[in-house]
C-alpha cells in the first residue's frame, strides 16, 4: 500500500528490487494517534514530512504517507477493504467471549508481527478500543520489543489457565 501511495505521489516503485526499499521505508511510518488532524497538518505545512535516501542516492519525501500508509491497518475501508480494522477486530473477538472473561482479556491484549513495529501503534489501539468500550472499562495493548519474530515462535499465553479446562474437557 506505501508503493500505491507514493506512486499517487510521482515516485514510480514497481520493480522487485523497489519491494525491499519500500519495506524499509515502511519501518519509518507511524500511527497516527488522530489521523484526521496529522491529515490536516499534512495538508497546512511540510512539518511532517520526512526524507528518505535511496539505495542509489536519489532522495524521497514522504509526508502524509507516513501515516496514511498505518492507517490502512485501523481502518481498511481506506484501501477498498471492507473487514474490521484491529480495534474493531479485537474488540469483536473479546465480546464473543463469556462476560467474566472479558476484563481479563482487554486488559491482556498483546499485539505482535511485523506491522506492529509502526510507532503509535500500540496507543492507537488503545484509544480506539477505549471509544467502544464503556468509559469505566480497563484496557491495556502490549507490544513487546521482540513483536518482529515473537509471532514466528509463539507467544507465552497469559490465559492458557482460563481455557485449560475447555481443553481437557474436549470443548
Do not use: W
Not at 511510518?29 to 491529515?39: C, E, K, P
Not at 475501508?77 to 472473561?101: A, E, F, T
Not at 509502526?118 to 477505549?130: A, I, N, Q, S
Amino acid at each position: 500500500y506505501l508503493a500505491r501511495l507514493l506512486c499517487e505521489r510521482g515516485y514510480d516503485f514497481s520493480s522487485t528490487s523497489d519491494l525491499e526499499t519500500i519495506r524499509d521505508m515502511k519501518e519509518k511510518t507511524y500511527v497516527a494517534r488522530d489521523y484526521d488532524a496529522d491529515l490536516k497538518e499534512c495538508s497546512m505545512s511540510s512539518s511532517l514530512d520526512k526524507s528518505y535516501e535511496l539505495p542509489d542516492g536519489a532522495k524521497v519525501t514522504i509526508a502524509s504517507e507516513r501515516f496514511r500508509c498505518a492507517e490502512a491497518l485501523i481502518n481498511p475501508r481506506l484501501v477498498g477493504v471492507d473487514k474490521p480494522g484491529i480495534p474493531q477486530s479485537i474488540y469483536n473477538s473479546v465480546m464473543k467471549c463469556d462476560i467474566h472473561l472479558r476484563k481479563d482479556l482487554l486488559t491482556n491484549i498483546i499485539i505482535a508481527g511485523g506491522n506492529t513495529l509502526m510507532k503509535g501503534l500500540e496507543d492507537r489501539v488503545t484509544k480506539d478500543l477505549k471509544n467502544l468500550l464503556p468509559e469505566s472499562s480497563l484496557v491495556k495493548v502490549v507490544a513487546a520489543p521482540e513483536r518482529k519474530t515473537s509471532i514466528r515462535f509463539g507467544l507465552v499465553d497469559p490465559f492458557c489457565h482460563l481455557f485449560l479446562p475447555l481443553t481437557l474437557n474436549g470443548l
